[in-house]
């Protein structure tokens, strides 16, 4: 599966973006899409996935800022960013894994096996 990730930008802290990730299969709707964000100088990070059925998770730093969702008519996910700030700048990762019938966490890039080239999100303070 190969992963298109687009959106990211130049945004002001306390602004809001959407990104999306672009899966180019006829089985999106059996995917669990993921997000991952490295900022630089540190080590890539979880930031929120969604499964099959469209039960989310996140981490706890973007709760109530962030959410993703996915539209399988439009082989898409997307994560939408509120509130924007300074410590949210990184390179946002899209990834997908096949999900349907396992019993996945989805929080572990390990469980990911196809991966978007990124986008980059840089929040001015």
């Known amino acids: 599966v190969q992963l298109q990730a687009s959106g990211g930008g130049l945004v002001q802290a306390g602004d809001s973006r959407r990104l999306s990730c672009v899966a180019s299969?006829?089985?999106?709707?059996?995917?669990?899409v993921g997000w991952f964000r490295r900022a630089p100088g540190k080590e890539r990070e979880f930031v929120a996935a969604?499964?099959?059925?469209?039960?989310?998770t996140c981490t706890d730093s973007i709760k109530g800022r962030f959410a993703i969702s996915r539209d399988n008519a439009r082989n898409t996910a997307y994560l939408k960013m509120n509130i924007l700030k300074p410590e949210d700048t990184a390179t946002y990762y899209c990834?997908?894994?096949?999900?349907?019938?396992?019993?996945?966490?989805?929080?572990?890039?390990?469980?990911?096996?196809?991966w978007g080239q990124g986008t980059q999100v840089t929040v001015s303070s």
């Open positions: 299969t006829r089985f999106f709707n059996r995917l669990a």
């Open positions: 990834a997908a894994h096949e999900d349907v019938g396992g019993r996945h966490d989805n929080t572990l890039d390990s469980e990911y096996d196809s």
């Open positions: 969604i499964n099959w059925i469209g039960d989310t």
